[in-house]
């Protein structure tokens, strides 16, 4: 398994300009907002106890980002309780109204986090690995740590990385250049 500075410096390599991360930390959690809406439509019963299945990928999703750092995996798993309330108020609303919510809140996300990229002159990560999805949320919420002056040793790893271009995937970088 990678670890949390080999997956932050190749997504990091792409999102070095701050107004391109800033447009993140609206888009990415409006995406996953959107995402769990239709998850939390459906209620499942797992040994007596009943969950979304938004629910349960929050706790998937959660478990493995403590496993690649437990202080911010743990600050991811607290994220992910509001965005997780939020969700099944708006699937309360009937699964019509829920998805056109889901879609508009998506499209939007998307809309944000690609002009970003304007700012930025290159493509999203995920055009060269799609696991990048799953990397942007917590290296967002590695960015508050290093911004409260938190996780100085994995912040500096991860510059070390970028700039050395030590991580899998270095040979692309911004616009998609390959370098040897």
Not at 38 to 56: K, R, V
Not at 59 to 70: C, N, P
């Amino acid at each position: 398994m990678k670890t949390l500075a080999e997956h932050m410096a190749f997504y990091g390599s792409y999102h070095r300009d701050l107004r391109n991360r800033l447009t993140h930390f609206v888009g990415v959690p409006a995406i996953i907002f959107a995402a769990l809406i239709p998850l939390s439509l459906a209620e499942l019963t797992l040994g007596g106890i009943a969950a979304t299945p938004a629910m349960i990928w929050a706790a998937v999703m959660s478990l493995y980002y403590i496993g690649l750092d437990r202080a911010i995996g743990f600050a991811m798993a607290g994220l992910f309780v509001p965005l997780l309330w939020a969700a099944g108020w708006v699937a309360a609303l009937g699964t019509g109204t829920a998805y056109e919510i889901a879609g508009a809140v998506f499209v939007a996300g998307w809309i944000v986090q690609l002009i970003g990229h304007r700012f930025e002159g290159n493509k999203p990560a995920l055009t060269a690995n799609l696991f990048q999805t799953l990397v942007s949320p917590i290296f967002l919420t590695a960015e508050i740590f290093f911004a409260l002056g938190l996780k100085r040793d994995l912040q500096e790893e991860v510059e070390r990385r970028i700039v050395t271009r030590d991580f899998p995937g270095a040979e692309i970088t911004h616009g998609g250049t390959r370098h040897a």
